[in-house]
């Protein structure tokens, strides 16, 4: 089945330790992106990749890095910078092309204890 | 200006009724304008989207309405059903920026 995979589903982690959430899609698709959920607030982008070994900065990039090493794989870290970092975590790929579908992952739901 | 708000946060509609959801923007360069469908603990899917050439665009019982003078478009729901209840997100993208803004979202209850 193609699609995106993250992991884990759940994650907890004590404040000012790092984390690094799981991406993987399985759809050939060269864009990348981590958008970060909270409520009443939409989703918010925090990084994207156009191609391997780039990536751009999105609206709330202060706390988090991203790799893009292989097409496939684009995993996130939430680092102890990150002052609020509990939420839920999206990650969508989609084609080399402008307007279209971004497909997304189920999700990992952060909390930091 | 890069912003798309959304309005209401919280819908309730009985079985039947035509829930309306609406977004407005302000960047004019925007031509693409998508809304999403996200069902508790899973990510959003693409429920249908629209370009500023028409004013309107139906797929089943949804319909997008586009308003391209007032900077505004809106979502309705024919015939909503409880499986319709869920978080709606309208967005807007830029061509060539590749990248969704993506307006508060609202969440929809159908009541049976």
């Known amino acids: 089945d193609g699609g995106i995979t993250q992991s884990p589903k759940y994650l907890f982690r004590k404040e000012g330790q790092n984390v690094t959430l799981s991406c993987e899609q399985n759809?050939?698709?060269?864009?990348m992106y981590w958008y970060r959920q909270d409520p009443g607030q939409g989703l918010r982008l925090i990084y994207y990749?156009?191609?391997?070994?780039?990536?751009q900065k999105g609206d709330i990039a202060e706390g988090y890095s991203v790799s893009r090493e292989k097409k496939e794989s684009f995993p996130l870290t939430v680092t102890s910078a990150q002052k609020n970092p509990t939420a839920f975590y999206l990650c969508a790929s989609s084609i080399q092309a402008v307007n279209t579908e971004a497909f997304f992952g189920q999700g990992t739901r952060l909390t930091v204890v | 200006q890069q912003q798309v708000k959304q309005s209401p946060q919280s819908l309730i509609v009985q079985k039947g009724g035509i829930p309306i959801i609406n977004c407005a923007y302000e960047?004019?360069?925007?031509?693409?304008f998508p809304w999403y469908q996200q069902f508790p603990g899973k990510g959003p899917a693409l429920l249908i989207a629209?370009?500023?050439?028409?004013s309107e665009k139906k797929e089943g019982r949804f319909t997008i309405s586009f308003n391209k003078s007032a900077k505004q478009f809106s979502l309705h729901i024919m015939d909503s059903q409880p499986g319709d209840s869920a978080t709606y997100f309208c967005a807007a993208s830029i061509q060539g920026a590749q990248k969704l803004v993506f307006g508060q979202g609202t969440r929809l209850t159908i009541n049976p």
């Open positions: 990749s156009q191609i391997v070994n780039d990536f």
């Open positions: 629209i370009r500023p050439d028409v």
């Open positions: 759809l050939n698709h060269d864009a």
């Open positions: 960047n004019t360069a925007f031509d693409y």
